[in-house]
């Protein structure tokens, strides 16, 4: 076997890795704050696609196309409309169902979610869209006579970076700021929060404006890499996103961004190495089996069952 | 009445809104250029400003708070009453006219109470898995895929018939429930929930790669359902005599779907009696009581496992039994009709319909199929407005359309 | 059970009885009511419109020029998403509510298939513009047709290309796990056996996804010199830029599923479909009696490209033998169309007795860096 292929095979695995780690961060905060699966999560990463792209064509249309400027412009843009959404889904469709059930929040996500895929596929139309390229390039490592060689472009570096410091950014806020603090104590328990005058509503707000935050730099990101996307892309990505952040333990950052690069390694070795069609089964293989050996994934808590 | 208030909400959501449908609407993408619709944008949140200041207003109003409190005396909670003598003749009555609807309604309606009353079949199989023994199970669909694939690859295979395939698919797709279960059952919650969308996903897949069984992606062709050895179809497909040549009529299509409903409707009310009974026995109590407090019912001895499995098992094979209706009255199956989507959409109708209540999932599944239907007519807004009902009801009606009834038994003397 | 929750039911059914009676009934006089079924929601829109488009422009022009025996074609629109169960459903809506006298879809194969089952069934013909698997005529059902090829002749093209005008040696086949995909890809790789060659790789990938770098790699590990895809535009455009950012040069070859501009913007820039081959029927926008058809449909502002002329031709057909027939039964109707010549947009047309075209001319197209496509030499 061409060690050069399995190190590009490596490679690539590292990169899905980190595009499911950054939206499987978004999945795994409101997790941890409410204890919900929060589905609409992929759609609102969709939605920062058609956002990057938007600001894009409107800011080079106005006559920006100094790359880091625009770059930079983009991103702060794409956040701040992409967190506006998370707040509203938040808002509206999540809060009022505090203290409903459980499955109540569950459908109420699933029903956001086809909202909004059907709320872009009708303002937008059902065509793909696509996104010029803004960052070219790759580094190559060659073999001594050219024929093989390894590469990476530029934009999956700048993924892997960006998941990486956005993750420990993240932990970084949950584990020294009385943010963080804040969104520890409403975690382990709401009311007791909230009699210590934690605002609750407002942490959990906050935590959803950060998970739509990550999955807005992943839209842009993302679809600069993959140069194009649909109204449909979150559904995929969001499922693969979410077996990340539970194959990870659900709830831990690390665990997210562990569990990512474990899914990603796992696709891409077996679709590389084995079979490209039964690259799913073995992805969700391994979860079933990771969760009947580890029952709270790789670096989650076990849960406590309190009586 | 405060008009400051109301008109402050109204202008704060009629702001956010405003600041969300500009650029999704109001700028569209053509190629790497952008189209400007400024109207759009106007008119999305001038709407939700008038609707916002409306609520408010209404909110206020002097008779609301007696209007609210006649819909939560309706709708929310469960009550326990004593149960009146059956109303059978109430029930036979509503049977009579449910089998009665085929003569009236056209085929096309008649298809679509096909689909409807399957999916109220599918309801009360998970409603026994999620709403009563607490099991959230997202891979419901997968044992609908056992079914139907049962049914057409043992017709292919093995020669099995219609008749036959109900009992047998529903048999395989309880052991397929029990086969998942087991290891499963040590989870809770949420990982329970993804493992089984991972086992849904994974029937799909292997159902959709393993060309050479199940035709991949071509699907297989499921033979109509025949009685005592006549064939309802225009030609004979299964070595039987065609119904309309034994009986020497016109050939009309749609008496293959009679039948189809017919049976269906005979299963669906006989399971929603069983489902009913089995709530009122034992083991039903058991899974009610393992979902309010496991923990509790270990300690009283119950076990856990074969509760917990037998639920599995019970929901799948409903599972099954509606696979097999449905690859009947399709007469065609293939993988996509497999997919996330469709346990989503179960599961919703069952949150709707109120979990842990027959009547109510039944009504929610033939509501949201016709609903579906009457609303193919602004085809284009469907999702859009599926989407909306399911948000509002959660929030309007988190425990569905109905309140749950639970049986009284009068409290015995103390021993 | 009390009296209230009855009372729901019976609402229920009422409603029912409601929706059911205000669906409207049956044709009116003097107008032929002509269903088109594709899809106009997901993620084929963009082929449903092209089947709207053509069959709508058709109809206004037949109108115009006096209709079917003086009566006027109404087309009633319909969306099966390419979903095999909205396709049952459509179908049964046309032949039942609708009360249409013949139908012109599906598109996707996997749709058609179940959906002329039941056009059959009911003696409606049903002419798919779109539908190029072998199966959809091969099931003995003598009231369906197509007026595209099939799959075969498709796949047989392609390979037929890649070995003699290519010459490659070395070649992967791709496919998308759907009906049309892996028929056309495995049509392709019947053909290329036949050819006396062996495909270095054989795989699928999965719908909806953007990430194909690990088959790429794994394609160039096989290093293959031409990679045939079966699948539809929205992956071909992912994997071919995958190709291009990971230096893989070789040709993409693939059929008529990449047909349209949205090729171009899945693949995220003109500048990645350079090197990309498709089978496709002959330009019927260069086809002389085509000419003045494409001038009107561009003098709206679109583009009739790929099935667009195809839907048009299809009702063409239709007009011509419920005219001559004076029928509009399907056994009628479909007898006239085995014997029968129909000059259509796209030329002259005629049947076989499966209900496929006698003569079908696969040509390979080449698309350029400018985001065009030419016929290849």
Redesign the interface.
């Known amino acids: 076997m061409n060690g050069y292929i399995v190190a590009q095979q490596v490679i690539n695995g590292l990169v899905l890795g980190a595009i499911y780690g950054l939206i499987a961060v978004g999945y795994t905060m409101v997790y941890g704050i409410m204890g919900m699966i929060n589905f609409a999560h992929g759609e609102i990463y969709m939605v920062s696609a058609y956002l990057a792209a938007i600001f894009l064509a409107l800011l080079t249309g106005a006559g920006l196309h100094a790359p880091p400027i625009l770059l930079v412009a983009i991103l702060l843009l794409t956040i701040l409309f992409t967190a506006l959404y998370g707040w509203s889904v938040e808002r509206v469709a999540y809060r009022p169902l505090r203290d409903a059930s459980r499955l109540a929040p569950l459908i109420s996500a699933i029903g956001i979610s086809l909202v909004l895929q059907n709320y872009v596929r009708i303002s937008q139309g059902a065509r793909n869209q696509g996104i010029p390229t803004l960052i070219e390039g790759h580094l190559r490592w060659a073999s001594a006579d050219g024929s093989a060689f390894v590469q990476v472009t530029h934009v999956q570096i700048l993924i892997m970076v960006v998941a990486v410091l956005g993750m420990g950014a993240l932990a970084w806020v949950m584990r020294f700021t009385s943010l963080g603090r804040a969104c520890r104590a409403t975690q382990q328990d709401r009311i007791m929060a909230e009699l210590l005058g934690i605002n609750t509503d407002h942490v959990i707000s906050t935590v959803f404006v950060m998970g739509a935050a990550m999955a807005a730099v992943a839209g842009l990101l993302v679809t600069l890499n993959y140069g194009s996307f649909d109204f449909f892309i979150g559904f995929v990505i969001g499922i693969k996103a979410f077996t990340a952040a539970v194959l990870g333990g659900i709830g831990s950052l690390p665990g997210a961004m562990l569990g990512g690069v474990v899914l990603g390694l796992c696709e891409s070795l077996f679709s590389g190495f084995v079979n490209t069609d039964y690259k799913d089964v073995f992805a969700f293989g391994i979860l079933i089996l990771v969760l009947v050996l580890r029952p709270s994934g790789f670096l989650g808590h076990p849960e406590v069952e309190k009586v | 009445m405060n008009f400051r208030e109301a008109w402050r909400v109204a202008v704060q959501w009629g702001g956010v809104a405003l600041l969300l449908f500009t650029p999704l609407s109001g700028l569209v993408l053509d190629g790497y250029r952008v189209v400007f619709f400024w109207q759009r944008p106007l008119w999305l949140a001038g709407g939700v400003f008038l609707g916002a200041l409306l609520t408010m207003m209404l909110l206020q109003a002097s008779r609301t708070p007696r209007m609210q409190r006649f819909f939560t005396r309706m709708s929310s909670g469960s009550v326990v009453e004593r149960q009146s003598a059956l109303p059978v003749w109430q029930g036979l009555l509503l049977f009579a006219v449910a089998a009665g609807l085929p003569w009236w309604m056209g085929h096309y309606w008649l298809n679509v109470m096909i689909l409807a009353l399957i999916y109220a079949l599918l309801g009360l199989g998970i409603n026994i898995v999620v709403g009563l023994a607490g099991l959230l199970d997202l891979g419901y669909v997968a044992f609908y895929a056992v079914g139907a694939y049962g049914y057409a690859l043992g017709s292919q295979y093995l020669g099995l018939g219609f008749w036959s395939a109900i009992p047998f698919c529903a048999l395989l797709a309880a052991t397929f429930g029990a086969l998942l279960g087991f290891p499963v059952l040590r989870m809770r919650g949420d990982y329970l929930a993804i493992v089984t969308l991972g086992f849904g996903e994974i029937i799909r897949l292997v159902l959709n790669n393993a060309t050479e069984i199940t035709g991949g992606p071509n699907g297989l062709s499921v033979p109509a359902p025949t009685i005592l050895g006549l064939e309802l179809t225009r030609v004979a497909k299964q070595g039987g005599t065609p119904w309309h040549e034994f009986f020497k009529v016109a050939y009309d299509p749609s008496v293959r779907s009679i039948l189809i409903y017919l049976v269906l409707l005979v299963f669906l009310a006989m399971l929603y009696f069983f489902v009913g009974r089995l709530q009122r026995m034992p083991i039903g109590r058991a899974w009610e009581a393992l979902r309010e407090d496991e923990i509790a019912c270990r300690a009283l001895g119950i076990n856990h496992v074969t509760v917990k499995l037998s639920a599995f098992a019970m929901g799948a094979a409903v599972g099954g039994m509606g696979g097999v209706f449905f690859a009947a009255s399709q007469g065609f199956v293939n993988p996509t009709s497999f997919t996330f989507f469709e346990s989503a959409l179960i599961l919703a109708m069952v949150v709707l319909g109120g979990l842990g209540s027959n009547g109510g999932v039944v009504v929610a599944a033939l509501t949201i199929n016709i609903l579906h239907e009457v609303l193919r007519e602004f085809s284009d807004y469907r999702g859009l407005v599926f989407g909306l009902i399911m948000v509002i009801m959660m929030i309007w009606r988190p425990r569905g359309l109905l309140r749950i009834r639970r049986p009284f038994f009068p409290v015995g003397k103390a021993l | 059970?009390?009296?209230r929750?009855?009372s729901?039911?019976?609402a229920?059914?009422v409603?029912?009885g409601v929706?059911?009676s205000a669906?409207p009934a049956g044709s009116a006089g003097g107008v032929v009511r002509i269903g088109v079924a594709g899809p106009?929601?997901?993620?084929y829109?963009?082929f449903g419109e092209q089947l709207w488009r053509g069959a709508e422009q058709a109809a206004k022009d037949i109108n115009a020029a006096g209709g079917i025996d003086g009566r006027m074609i109404e087309l009633v629109k319909t969306?099966d998403a390419c979903?095999?169960?909205q396709a049952?459903?459509v179908a049964?809506?046309l032949?039942?509510?609708e009360k249409v006298k013949a139908v012109i879809g599906h598109f996707c194969s996997?749709s058609t298939?179940?959906a002329t089952?039941?056009y059959a069934?009911?003696g409606i013909l049903a002419m798919t513009p779109g539908s190029t698997?072998p199966?959809v005529t091969e099931r003995n059902l003598p009231t369906v047709f197509r007026t595209c090829g099939r799959d075969d002749q498709q796949g047989g093209a392609g390979a037929e290309y890649v070995v003699q005008k290519l010459k490659a040696k070395r070649i992967a086949i791709i496919h998308d796990?759907?009906?049309y995909?892996?028929?056309l890809a495995d049509a392709m790789r019947a053909r290329l056996h036949a050819l006396g060659l062996k495909e270095v790789l054989y795989?699928?990938?999965?719908r909806?996804?953007?990430?194909f770098?690990?088959?790429v790699?794994?394609i160039?590990?096989q290093t293959a010199d031409a990679v045939y895809f079966g699948g539809l535009?929205?992956e071909a455009?992912?994997l071919v830029?995958q190709m291009r950012?990971?230096?893989l040069q070789a040709p993409l070859i693939s059929g008529d599923g990449i047909v349209s501009q949205?090729f171009?913007?899945?693949?995220?820039?003109p500048r990645?479909v350079e090197n990309v081959y498709m089978t496709f029927g002959r330009d019927a926008r260069k086809i002389y009696t085509g000419r003045k058809v494409v001038e009107s449909f561009r003098k709206a502002g679109y583009e009739p490209e790929g099935y667009t002329l195809y839907s048009y031709a299809t009702l063409q057909s239709i007009a011509a033998a419920m005219t001559a027939t004076r029928s509009e039964q399907g056994d009628l109707l479909a007898q006239w169309l085995h014997s029968n010549k129909v000059d259509t947009i796209m030329g002259s047309k005629a049947w076989d007795a499966k209900g496929d075209l006698q003569v079908t001319d696969y040509v390979m197209y080449r698309w350029s860096s400018d985001g065009t496509y030419q016929e290849a030499e």
């Open positions: 059970m009390s009296g929750r009855w729901v039911v019976a229920i059914l409603a029912c929706v059911i669906v106009l929601t997901g993620s829109a963009a969306d979903e095999p169960k049952v459903n049964h809506r032949v039942d509510a996997s298939i179940p089952e039941i069934e009911a698997n199966k796990k759907d009906t995909g892996q028929g795989e699928g990938l999965t909806g996804e953007k990430d770098n690990a088959l790699t794994k160039k590990s535009h929205a455009g992912v830029r950012e990971q230096g949205e171009v913007a899945s693949a995220g820039g990645f």
